[in-house]
């Protein structure tokens, strides 16, 4: 489904990413974890296309698409989906609004008919109990007012809404408590399907005793110096990360 | 003061066109503007925004008898009483015939103006002159609530020439009272227009009235507004004006709170993608305790589209425990477009509460980021974002027929904003 080869990025004149290669299949789930500022976010950002990067080298092949060669919107439209780390707040916009716009966006490009205000409601009705998430706060203005907990749900509500291929949640857990965390994670294990595929981005390991990844990998310094299966999350856990670090000194 | 050469003829053209139609009544008036001048850049009041005239052009003067016009839509006026100002006067025949409850409507015959200028200018003196030919009276009654909104349309016939039309309203809102007007500016384009409007609104105490204004204009219009307010004790004024389309536009609104426990709300929001010039001069004046005033006034422009915002605030040395708010919000999607902001805050009281602020910026490129990413294209993502800043004020607009009217129109200009 996607595949990274020697991706290279920076920001100005600061290279962030500096070669990361990364394979993901779909019905995969791929954690990426590393310390701050290792390029975990940069990574998430430059697969949703944010145009504050510059790639400068390598490629990143999705279904056959060169995927840095389309917008942000055809990203979505494609299926790609990122959670944001810091979802921001939009006075005046609801997530009723836009997400009604965004699925017939989507919609089109599949070639499928609109989908009718009832089939919209229902859906919504459906996937807003999947998130535990209060329906009043969707005809809110986005993120207006909103807890710490209610953003970071309705980032998970927008994807069980728009249904994608590859979801990336950029640090999704981070500035959550234990009982938000659990209905975040309850919520991505729900839209699991042997079609689409999840890569987590995260700092801790914790959202992974509910999240249970296929591979983990460690992102440090701008390239992937570990990859394993869960097991490796745990071991991080329990010794930090110097000795991933140490190890890829040896190499 | 040095004058345009050009102005100063128009107005010679005026006085004469005037004093040939009106006689004695306008006497003291055009001796006033003769000696006034169309102001220039020099004027600080009019710094930023110069008046003037199509080159080569002769302004007839217009004080109504214009031909009825096949373009006034009533049916888009529907659920309110509808009034209408043709070529610049008060027109019977073109307006609801019906017998408004509450409500007396007459032409002014003899002007006695019950609300003080605070600047002795030429429009406003001009505009005196020709009050008894095409003015119109409104006298709300006491304790009478006229639940549809009465609205004011202006248009203009005539297509001989250029022309200059003074449309004059003089409203008195009785005690307890609740009324709502909206005053519709429309000119086809077909000719330069200048209007030269004066609203005198006297609100009595406990009243609530709302005024709302639609200022659509093209590249040959002026409009200039001269509003004045006083509100007595416990009275709630609400002003909200939509400026679109192309031309020159001038707003002076002010408002005298001259008694305790008065509120005044002052909305503008101003869409432009040409040649628009959009400049508010609000002037609040607390005259007595535990009043509130509150301001925003919002502008979205591309193109060379300019706006001007300037608002003066005087809280006098009795007015304690005075709140005064003033936000100014632009969002300039060009090069081209300005935006000129100026708060004047004088304050002689110690126990007030005063906030002013202005910002003015491009669309934040987060939020449109954060819509692609979900699948709305760049153009559907600043639209969205464009309409969310714009509703702020149009929900001010709570009457059902005219948010539709209101919605309808900005709804409109956004399509060619975004399109350019």
Redesign the interface.
């Known amino acids: 489904m996607l595949k990274i080869e020697n991706l290279h990025a920076s920001i100005g004149e600061k290279e962030i990413l500096k070669g990361i290669n990364l394979t993901v299949n779909p019905g995969e789930v791929h954690a990426i974890m590393g310390p701050n500022g290792s390029g975990k976010s940069t990574l998430a950002s430059v697969l949703?296309?944010?145009?504050d990067y510059e790639v400068t080298s390598g490629s990143v092949t999705y279904r056959d698409m060169d995927l840095l060669e389309l917008?942000?919107?055809e990203?979505?439209?494609e299926g790609v989906?990122?959670a944001?780390q810091y979802?921001?707040e939009?006075?005046?916009?609801t997530t009723i609004?836009?997400?009604k716009?965004?699925?017939n966006?989507?919609r089109k490009?599949r070639g499928e008919e609109a989908l009718d205000a009832v089939s919209f409601l229902k859906r919504m009705k459906e996937k807003s109990k999947l998130v535990e998430i209060d329906q009043s706060l969707l005809s809110r203005?986005l993120n207006e007012g909103f807890s710490g907990g209610e953003k970071k749900r309705n980032e998970i509500f927008?994807m069980a809404m728009?249904e994608p291929r590859l979801a990336i949640l950029d640090e999704t857990d981070s500035g959550l408590d234990i009982d938000a965390l659990r209905i975040v994670a309850n919520g991505v294990n729900l839209l699991k399907t042997p079609n689409n595929a999840t890569i987590v981005v995260t700092h801790y390991q914790r959202l992974l005793d509910y999240i249970v990844p296929d591979f983990v990998h460690v992102l440090w310094n701008g390239k992937i110096i570990k990859s394993g299966t869960k097991e490796l999350a745990l071991e991080l856990e329990e010794k930090g990360y110097d000795w991933v670090k140490a190890e890829a000194a040896l190499v | 003061m040095k004058t345009n050469p050009q102005l100063e003829d128009l107005k010679l053209s005026l006085l004469a066109q005037i004093q040939s139609v009106s006689k004695e009544k306008s006497t003291i008036f055009l001796e006033e503007a003769d000696q006034l001048h169309f102001p220039n850049s020099k004027n600080e009041e009019w710094k930023y925004s110069s008046f003037s005239v199509s080159k080569d052009t002769n302004y007839t003067l217009r004080t109504g008898q214009g031909k009825a016009m096949a373009s006034i839509h009533a049916e888009a006026f529907e659920g309110c009483h509808l009034l209408v100002f043709l070529d610049g006067a008060f027109t019977e025949s073109l307006s609801s015939t019906e017998v408004l409850k509450g409500l007396t409507i007459k032409k002014i015959n003899h002007l006695e103006t019950f609300t003080s200028a605070y600047e002795n200018n030429i429009f406003n003196q001009l505009n005196g002159s020709t009050a008894h030919l095409s003015g119109l009276s409104i006298q709300v009654n006491e304790k009478a609530i006229i639940e549809k909104p009465i609205v004011i349309f202006h248009c203009n016939s005539y297509t001989e020439s250029a022309a200059w039309v003074q449309p004059r309203i003089q409203v008195q809102v009785g005690e307890r009272a609740e009324v709502t007007f909206a005053e519709i500016w429309q000119s086809d384009g077909a000719q330069p227009v200048v209007t030269n409007a004066v609203q005198e609104i006297d609100v009595k105490k406990s009243a609530i009235v709302k005024w709302f204004s639609l200022e659509k204009g093209n590249k040959d219009s002026s409009l200039i507004n001269q509003t004045r307010v006083e509100t007595a004790e416990k009275a709630v004024f609400q002003h909200l004006v939509v400026s679109l389309g192309e031309g020159f536009i001038r707003n002076n609104l002010e408002i005298k709170i001259n008694s305790t426990e008065a509120d005044a709300h002052m909305y503008g929001l101003s869409i432009g993608s040409a040649k628009l010039h959009v400049d508010h001069h609000t002037f609040i004046n607390h005259k007595a305790v535990n009043t509130t005033s509150n301001q925003l006034y919002k502008s979205i422009f591309s193109g060379k589209a300019t706006g001007v915002f300037n608002g003066k605030i005087l809280v006098d040395q009795v007015a304690q425990k005075t709140n005064a708010y003033q936000s100014s919000k632009n969002i300039l999607l060009s090069t081209d477009a300005k935006v000129y902001a100026k708060p004047q805050l004088e304050i002689f009281a110690d126990d007030v509460k005063c906030s002013h602020g202005a910002t003015i910026g491009q669309l934040d490129e987060e939020p449109i980021f954060y819509l692609r990413s979900r699948g709305l294209d760049e153009a559907t993502a600043k639209q969205m974002l464009v309409q969310a800043f714009a509703s702020e004020i149009l929900m001010k607009v709570e009457n059902k027929s005219l948010h539709a009217l209101f919605e309808a129109e900005i709804m409109a200009e956004m399509e060619r904003l975004v399109s350019k």
């Open positions: 949703a296309g944010r145009e917008s942000p919107e990203r979505a439209r989906f990122l944001f979802p921001i939009i006075p005046g916009v609004n836009f997400l716009t965004a699925i966006e989507i490009h203005s927008q728009l």
